[in-house]
Nanobody
Framework: HVQLVESGGGSVQAGGSLRLSCAPS????????WAWFRQAPGKEREGVAT????????YYADSVKGRFTISQDNTKNTVNLQMNSLKPEDTAMYYC????????????????WGQGTQVTVS
């Protein structure tokens, strides 16, 4: 079981930006599905964005399309989430997750999770 470490959360005013980063502890970066999820208090966890680090389709939830960008940094072996034009409804705990598959939009297949990083938009 590989540890995933998220960073970059914080508090920001509406309209602002934050950049989240996810770093795996082991050599599992390439050729896997990676995703960012979020969970707000009292709500179900939702998939926000996903990508395959072998190259391929990137998917975004409708609620973040045009504002969030998921990307990979091959020099640092990290998967990042750039969040722009943040809204109060984006407030949630954000989680990085991965699984060794290629159908990245299958949200229920992710089996390696980070501890989460809080994003608060006021």
């Amino acid at each position: 079981h590989v540890q995933l470490v998220e960073s970059g959360g914080g508090s920001v005013q509406a309209g602002g930006s934050l950049r989240l980063s996810c770093a795996p502890s082991g050599d599992i970066y390439a050729g896997r599905c990676w995703a960012w999820f979020r969970q707000a208090p009292g709500k179900e966890r939702e998939g926000v964005a996903t990508m395959w680090t072998g190259g391929g389709t990137i998917y975004y939830a409708d609620s973040v399309k045009g504002r969030f960008t998921i990307s990979q940094d091959n020099t640092k072996n990290t998967v990042n989430l750039q969040m722009n034009s943040l809204k109060p409804e984006d407030t949630a705990m954000y989680y990085c997750a991965t699984y060794a598959g290629g159908w990245c939009e299958k949200w229920d297949r992710y089996n390696n999770w980070g501890q989460g990083t809080q994003v608060t938009v006021s």
